[in-house]
């Protein structure tokens, strides 16, 4: 179902970030398991722990959702959090990390969860003027490195408009 797909991309986002062994193990698609879940989860809490105040690490869990929840607004929620997010992680490894692009897409389909974004990137980015992580020009992003390693990036908000427009 959709809703299963959702959660598929919400562990594919784990591996991303965290565990090359976990995305490894679910991007042939196959159903996760309970350990799964539970890594993932077990992942969540660590972080939240220790940054109870999103300052820092925590951060990172809003890997794909600065565009994702641009993709949402912009669809008038036709696509669900899930995907949405999904295709925002996709965005970023396409304009941050080429070297990752095509294996988190195939696994973004091997899931039954789209990559491709079909709005406009002034569209996107008129949706997320509003964004909790832009503070006046700035923007707080989640850049993936690898699959299991991503970084924060603070930039201009006109300057990652640019770079998304250069790149997507």
């Not at 598929?8 to 784990?14: D, F, P, S, T, V």
Request: a negative charge.
């Amino acid at each position: 179902s959709a809703e299963i797909a959702n959660g598929r991309a919400e562990c594919l986002k784990y591996g991303v970030l965290w565990d090359e062994t976990l995305f490894a193990a679910l991007e042939a698609g196959q159903p996760a398991t309970e350990e799964q879940v539970a890594r993932c989860v077990g992942l969540k809490r660590d972080v939240v722990v220790c940054d109870e105040h999103d300052t820092g690490a925590r951060r990172k869990l809003n890997l794909g959702h600065t565009l994702g929840h641009a993709i949402e607004q912009v669809s008038h929620y036709k696509i669900p959090h899930g995907a949405a997010v999904g295709i925002g992680m996709a965005m970023m490894a396409k304009a941050f990390c080429p070297a990752i692009d095509d294996r988190l897409c195939a696994a973004l389909a091997a899931n039954r969860l789209p990559a491709q974004c079909k709005y406009a990137t002034r569209e996107l980015f008129f949706a997320m003027a509003q964004d909790k992580k832009r503070v006046g020009q700035n923007i707080t992003i989640v850049v993936p490195q690898a699959i299991g390693q991503c970084e924060l990036r603070t930039l201009l908000f006109n300057e990652f408009e640019r770079l998304l427009e250069e790149c997507l």
